[in-house]
């Protein structure tokens, strides 16, 4: 069994951001774009990452970026507040992967997939929250603390995984008593998220009932994203479609505006 408290022990035992990272996300939230460029090109890692960020032609910029003003600029605040939770991240991803098949490469594509994805969706509907778009970083997080937990069981996992043939949530809800969403919700918690970041990952789920209007209709879209991206070829190679039950019920009413906004596009 993964107790609650293992879980808890594990979330609050992640070290806190940098002081600098700090810096640059309280000038983001004050839309102060160049003291946040600032403060991050005092950070020598922080600032490659966002040169090798923008430069990937997921972002389809025509030309290589180098100056971290510029690059400030043209993400803008929404974008590069999600990129510096990207990062933030980054930070916590295993040195090596030994659950999941995934190295850096691989985890940081799904993470830029979700968040251009996402931002695609919100843009979309016509909303410019930084909160709502924050909402994303949550199940890249998860995916972390859920290789770090089954990596102390692992044994146990692969018993279950080879005797009764179950995918890894099924796993993680009978060693745990949560899943993959509830994880999302905790580590939101740990991490004094606004409330409206994890509402819309947990109702995601497709279970949950007396939610706003808002976040009901947020949490189909990101379902589907969900659902999407961890059914690409990188996401089931590494084992991470088995954590998403896709609910087509759920969704049905906005299922063929995700399939011409995301998956005609894409």
């Known amino acids: 069994m993964i107790t609650q408290e293992e879980i808890h022990e594990y979330i609050n035992s992640i070290p806190p951001s940098p002081k600098i990272l700090k810096e640059v996300l309280s000038h983001l939230n ?19 990452y966002l040169q090798n960020i923008v430069n990937k032609p997921i972002y389809s910029f025509k030309n290589d970026v180098k100056d971290i003003n510029q690059i400030f600029g043209i993400l803008g605040l929404t974008q590069a507040k999600q990129i510096i939770y990207n990062y933030m991240i980054s930070l916590l991803t ?23 994805q996402w931002k695609k969706v919100l843009e ?13 970083s949550l199940l890249p997080a998860s995916i972390i603390v859920c290789e770090a937990l089954f990596k102390s069981k692992q044994d146990n996992v692969n018993l279950l995984r080879a005797s009764n043939d179950l995918d890894y949530n099924t796993i993680l809800q009978r060693l745990s008593g949560m899943d993959l969403y509830d994880l999302c919700y905790e580590i939101a918690k740990a991490w004094e998220l606004p409330d409206i970041t994890s509402a819309i990952v947990l109702a ?11 976040i009901q209709t947020l949490s189909k879209w990101m379902h589907l994203l969900f659902f999407y991206q961890l059914s690409q070829p990188i996401a089931t190679s590494a084992g991470l479609n088995d954590f998403i039950e896709f609910n087509i019920e759920y969704v049905q009413d906005i299922y063929e ?6 998956m005609e596009e894409s």
Do not use: C, M, Y
């Open 30 to 48: 004050t839309g102060e774009l160049s003291k946040a460029a600032h403060s991050a090109a005092e950070d020598p890692a922080l600032k490659l």
């Open 94 to 116: 295993p040195k090596k992967w030994e659950l999941f098949d995934l190295n850096d490469k691989s985890f940081s594509e799904i993470q830029d997939n979700l968040s251009v």
């Open 257 to 262: 505006e995700f399939q011409n906004l995301i």
């Open 204 to 214: 995601s789920k497709g279970d949950k009932e007396n939610v706003n209007e808002e």
């Open 124 to 136: 979309h509907k016509n909303i410019r929250d930084n909160d709502i778009f924050t909402s994303i």
